[in-house]
């Protein structure tokens, strides 16, 4: 059986983590083409990623868009509102990202109802 030291095991963790980064990276590219032209995008990702890891979040799917509002507003998170609320205690940190990604959608809607 293979055995690994601290070190090599946490090599390898980074790695991986790296490997997700630069794929959920090509994924957004292929969305948006506009970000194959960002040179940042990779270096960035992996520290909002880390960033996200540090704060809690332990979901893909949340750590996907959390990634893909990174490559849009670069450390949105952050911003002191934002920070604020995803710092909210009594909650699982996914939640409160999803809470504010729902309270920001119904803005967006009803600014642009307004707008009509």
Partial sequence: MLELTADQWAAL????ERNFVATIRDDIVRDAPRY??????????????ADAKRMGFQQDKELVEFLYIEADMPEFYRKPGIASWLAKPGRPIEERFEDLLAVTRRKLIDRDKEKR
């Fill in 13 to 16: 963790c980074a790695s991986d």
């Fill in 36 to 49: 194959a032209e960002d040179p940042t995008l990779l270096d960035r990702l992996v520290r909002a990623y």
